[in-house]
């Protein structure tokens, strides 16, 4: 069974960058479809972003022109860039299968503030 383990949060001013990464073991996710998801408190998780096998990539509305989603299949890893960061960005940040194709565990997410 795949772990995730998801790192890189923290805390930023508006308008600053931070890089997420997900990093699998157990099991290589180079043939999955990936999506990174965020959960702001009181609100449902969302999906933010999504990269296919062959590197087809996929955003929310509200992050487009803004996140990046990427992949290294070598390194078994996904990435998330996110530039020009808002006071609504502020979540826990997760990484799964894409919808429809979620592993059965996820893992502990990694927090983004983002301080206006």
């Known amino acids: 069974q795949v772990q995730l383990v998801e790192s890189g949060g923290g805390l930023v001013q508006a308008g600053g960058s931070l890089r997420l990464s997900c990093a699998a073991s157990?099991?290589?996710?180079?043939?999955?479809?990936m999506g990174w998801y965020r959960q702001a408190p009181g609100k449902q998780r969302e999906l933010v972003a999504t990269i296919s096998s062959g590197g087809r990539t996929n955003y929310a509305d509200s992050v487009k022109g803004r996140f990046t989603i990427s992949r290294d299949n070598l390194k078994n890893t996904v990435y998330l860039q996110m530039n020009s960061l808002k006071s609504e960005d502020t979540a826990v940040y997760y990484c799964?299968?894409?919808?429809?194709?979620?592993?059965?565990?996820w893992g502990q997410g990694t927090q983004v503030t983002v301080s206006s």
């Open positions: 157990r099991s290589s996710i180079s043939g999955r479809p």
């Open positions: 799964n299968g894409s919808p429809g194709e979620y592993y059965s565990t």
